[in-house]
């Protein structure tokens, strides 16, 4: 007797779904850590050129630092003419918060820039960026708070201190 058999059996359906299964949650993993390495990487940089600011206004003269999103990319960008791109990935968000500020704001649509006193290192001017990167920087007695940088579900800040303009990574 001759069978014409023309489906799947069940095993083979639970194999394939089984693998099917494996591959999704790889994906989903690999998606998960570029976000983090790519939030890993945005703070750092702007970590480091925080640093870089205050260390070349108290040994040499006046600078600042600003953050701005040009296109679809956000750039981090001193005096002395650093400017970095964050990340190479669209979905990265850079906010920030002021300290008389309840709510977050977006560097895309409200740029900011930051600069130090050259004798004690403390914050001393803030400001805005324009849309041909020049930046207005004015003595306020408001203050740029923290930096929030995030991609998808991943999200890191960096806390300012005004007094001494010291500032650290918060993960």
Do not use: W
């Not at 001017?125 to 579900?153: P, W």
């Amino acid at each position: 007797m001759k069978r014409d058999n023309k489906g799947f059996s069940l095993i083979e359906m639970v194999v394939v779904l089984a693998i099917m299964m494996v591959m999704t949650a790889a994906i989903v993993m690999s998606v998960s850590s570029l976000y983090s390495q790519q939030v890993r990487r945005a703070t750092r940089t702007i970590d480091s050129l925080l640093t870089d600011t205050k260390t070349l206004t108290m040994a040499k003269s006046s600078s600042y630092f600003s953050l701005r999103k040009d296109g679809d990319y956000y750039y981090a960008e001193t005096t002395d003419g650093t400017k970095k791109q964050l990340s190479n990935n669209k979905t990265l968000t850079v906010k920030y918060k002021l300290k008389s500020g309840t709510s977050y704001i977006d560097v895309a649509t409200t740029p900011v820039a930051i600069s130090y006193q050259k004798s004690s290192g403390a914050f001393d001017k803030a400001g805005s960026v324009n849309v041909d990167g020049s930046v207005n920087l004015r003595s306020v007695d408001d203050y740029v708070e923290m930096f929030i940088i995030s991609c998808g579900n991943r999200e890191m800040k960096i806390k300012l201190y005004p007094k001494t303009g010291k500032h650290e990574v918060i993960k």
